[in-house]
């Protein structure tokens, strides 16, 4: 697909241009020796150069390569000898296996030097230095050496130093005045029961960051941890090169725009990236990509991503994903999703998705997927599925699904499907083919109600239709469903049929009680040539002898509906018999009533 070619394309690209800035700087930090009496300066780049493992481009016009220079330098770095061959008027930038010279392109100046450690006196690699104003900053290369490029409108400058593990250090020097300036900085000394875990998890551990993000990028996100500033906008390509240049991930922005995409510290008003945005803190208050969001801290307002949003802290508002929603913590408002929702804690709103919705703790609102709903604990709500819902714990609400609701602690409410409830604990309505539960003091609705500390009776009786019939009754004394089957000995006669029943208790003692029981039967008097329906309502009253047994007995009233009973040799020629009184309801010959009796036995 197009579509598709294109992602991969863009992807590539983007890997291609991280990796690029990764190894940026790879030659200006070489270490090479020179030792030349009035040579020409061309002749003295060549050999740089060849050493070093590149080659030098520049115009002619503003170097002159015949120029006689003098320079001893014994195992010094590209850049260190460069700023003292030509006194640090110019840029240097280096393109594949070339380094370009420049004249420099303002009204520039440069701090350069070694950060060292205090107690060992050895340089320290990957430190961060930087001046706050200015928002600039460098890194030390492999033995400490760095070169901050500053702007001379500045009256006063304070140079900063930090590394993790190393106690920050600033150092006021003079401005506008090429100069050198070594600094030593100290270890810090911990205790074990002083450590303080940051409350933001780190976005460069995720898998986006450790793909767009350079392992200089990551370092200097440790280094400057505790630096933050706000600014009014921000422009970026990729990450490190942006308006805010290597200073990016320390900024906050009131509106921030990526082309592919960013890097920043926050966000607090607007954020826009073709592609993806990572942001080390909070975003307020819109937040919009058209692949991926990922957000350290909180979000509070919109996200809007084509593929996913993630927070690794909690959410309040309004999330959309072509595919997925993440929120390690809690979340607060309405999450939309193609695919999937995930909450790591909390989740008080509403969530839709068109696989499945996951909440690792209380849910308070509604979950509605074209697959499963699934919380760990609480749920306070409604938990819509095509399949399944699923809560290990309580939940009070309504869970309807096309095929089954689990909740393993207490229903207080509805649940209802396509095939099975099953409930611990039924303080409400379960409506299903199959209802169970291990106790219940609410109501099952169904083909099969089976509750394990319930109510569970076969009985044996005879009626003036059929004198052997047996009915199956579960569910709980509240609301019980009956199973019927039944038979005439002599002048045959054949019914099944499905009811329901309720027994209410007479005494304290509950070994009396009264059973009103409604149930549908069909007759089969020897053919299927014609429908015969029989809908029947008993009232008997029932006397438990002991534990297991009990006798009832009590009038009925039966409603015969008939298209037209034939008789069959062997089977009764009339129903309920030829000389029993009918009476026909309003006026049809195919509904009859009468007044009949009931008396059984029940076991269990």
Not at 141 to 162: A, C, F, T, V, W
Not at 181 to 206: C, G, H, M, R, W
């Amino acid at each position: 697909m197009k579509w598709l070619r294109l992602s991969v394309v863009l992807f590539t690209l983007i890997t291609v241009l991280v990796s690029s800035t990764a190894i940026h700087a790879q030659y200006m930090e070489k270490i090479v020796s020179v030792d030349v009496k009035k040579q020409p300066v061309g002749n003295v780049l060549k050999s740089i150069g060849k050493q070093a493992g590149f080659y030098f481009s520049y115009n002619s016009n503003i170097i002159n390569k015949d120029s006689l220079v003098t320079i001893t330098a014994k195992d010094k770095s590209v850049r260190y000898i460069l700023d003292a061959l030509f006194d640090g008027a110019y840029d240097y930038i280096e393109k594949g296996n070339h380094i370009i010279v420049e004249r420099s392109s303002g009204p520039y100046w440069y701090v350069s030097g070694y950060v060292r450690d205090e107690r060992t006196g050895e340089g320290i690699r990957e430190a961060t230095v930087y001046e706050k104003k200015q928002l600039v900053s460098t890194m030390t290369n492999e033995q400490g050496y760095y070169r901050l490029k500053l702007k001379d409108r500045y009256p006063s400058i304070m140079l900063s130093i930090s590394k993790s593990w190393y106690l920050d250090r600033e150092i006021p020097i003079r401005p506008g005045v090429n100069q050198e300036v070594n600094v030593s900085i100290a270890p810090k000394n911990f205790e074990l029961d002083s450590v303080v875990v940051s409350q933001y998890s780190s976005v460069e551990k995720t898998w986006l960051g450790k793909l767009f993000l350079s392992s200089r990028q990551k370092v200097q996100s440790i280094n400057l941890g505790k630096f933050f500033v706000d600014k009014p906008y921000q422009t970026s390509f990729i990450p490190g090169l942006s308006t805010h240049g290597r200073m990016g991930a320390q900024v906050v922005n009131k509106f921030s725009l990526n082309v592919v995409g960013g890097y920043t510290a926050g966000v607090n008003g607007f954020e826009l990236g073709a592609v993806f945005n990572i942001v080390k803190q909070d975003v307020k208050y819109v937040q919009v990509s058209g692949a991926f969001n990922v957000v350290g801290g909180k979000v509070e307002g919109l996200q809007i991503a084509g593929i996913g949003n993630g927070s690794l802290d909690s959410v309040n508002g309004l999330q959309f994903a072509g595919l997925a929603n993440m929120t390690p913590r809690g979340f607060t408002g309405a999450q939309f999703a193609g695919l999937y929702n995930h909450v790591g804690e909390y989740a008080d709103g509403v969530q839709v998705a068109g696989l499945a919705n996951y909440v690792q703790k209380d849910m308070h609102g509604t979950q509605i997927a074209g697959l499963a709903n699934i919380t760990i604990e609480k749920a306070d709500g409604v938990q819509i599925a095509g399949l399944v819902n699923v809560a290990p714990q309580d939940i009070k609400g309504a869970q309807v699904a096309g095929m089954a609701n689990v909740c393993l602690g207490e229903v207080k409410g509805v649940q209802a499907s396509g095939m099975v409830n099953v409930a611990k604990t039924l303080t409400g309505l379960q409506f299903g083919i199959v209802n169970f539960a291990d106790s219940s003091d609410g109501y099952s609705l169904g083909l099969l109600n089976i509750i394990l500390k319930g109510y569970h009776k076969l009985s044996i009786s005879a009626n003036e239709m059929t004198n052997l019939n047996a009915e199956i009754k579960t569910g709980s004394h509240k609301f019980y469903s009956i199973l019927i089957g039944g038979m005439n000995i002599g002048d045959k006669a054949y019914v099944f049929g499905y009811g329901f029943g309720r027994e209410m208790y007479l005494n304290k003692t509950k070994t009396i009680s009264l059973n009103p029981e409604i149930s549908t039967r069909y007759l089969y008097p020897g053919n299927w040539d014609y429908l015969n329906i029989v809908d029947k309502l008993n009232l008997n009253l029932n006397i438990k002898l002991n534990k297991y047994v009990s006798v009832f007995a009590g009038p009925s009233y039966s409603v015969y509906w008939t298209q037209g009973f034939t008789h069959t040799a062997g089977y009764k020629a009339a129903m309920p018999a030829k000389d029993y009184g009918t009476t026909p309801l309003f006026g049809s010959n195919e509904l009859y009533g009468w007044v009949g009796g009931n008396i059984g036995v029940s076991i269990f």
